[in-house]
């Protein structure tokens, strides 16, 4: 049977932020990443990729990360505008799959990530030229040296090829791990401006 869900308990959004916060609780030695995903990207010749990323914000409007735009996950959201993410917390038995559309965050809101990232990190954002083919290590190297020399005594401005994608949510499933492999599946597909709910088998 599917229904729309009517109250803020039925929100998928605040539902994952729960589980979330939930994740956050459990000490850095059990579970150092909490906000790893796997996130799933298509190529024009349709063959799929995935890899791990980090969570850096969740609200109604979406799930953010944020990364090099010339990077092989970069180029695919921006050519298919589309993804799908998963997040597994193990020790809670739980697993959210989120799939949608994808939009670039704004600038201000990638400036001020940038700007809250350890110098190191902002300073290999630039000599990163990520997803292609290196020579040696030595060239990293170089172009490391190249960046820190470029920024000796100011701040690191933002890459302009570094930046963010939202993940704006068609469909969030819930899977809640129980004995006999009887798990329990929560399915939420957007309906205008409201979520239709499902259960499904197992």
């Known amino acids: 049977m599917t229904s729309l869900t009517t109250s803020a308990n039925d929100d998928p959004i605040a539902r994952f932020e729960a589980l979330l916060e939930e994740a956050n609780r459990i000490p850095r030695d059990v579970l150092p990443e909490p906000t790893a995903f796997a996130l799933g990207t298509v190529n024009e010749e349709g063959q799929p990729s995935v890899r791990i990323v980090l969570l850096k914000g969740v609200d109604a409007r979406g799930f953010v990360f944020y990364t ?68 040696s290590p030595a060239e990293l190297d170089a172009r490391l040296a190249e960046v820190e020399a470029r920024f000796t005594d100011r701040a690191v401005a933002r890459p302009p090829y570094w930046s963010g994608f939202r993940v704006i949510p068609d469909r969030i499933e819930f899977w809640k791990g129980m004995p006999s492999r009887l798990h329990v599946r929560n399915v939420y597909t957007r309906r205008g401006a409201s979520w239709a709910t499902e259960r499904l088998y197992p």
């Open 68 to 135: 090099n735009y010339e990077s092989r996950k970069g180029r695919e959201l921006l050519a298919s505008k589309r993804s799908a993410m998963c997040f597994h917390w193990q020790l809670m038995e739980t697993q959210v799959r989120v799939e949608g559309v994808v939009e670039q965050v704004t600038a201000s809101e990638a400036d001020a990530y940038f700007a809250s990232r350890a110098r190191g990190s902002q300073l290999g954002a630039w000599a990163s030229l990520q997803s292609r083919v290196m020579a």
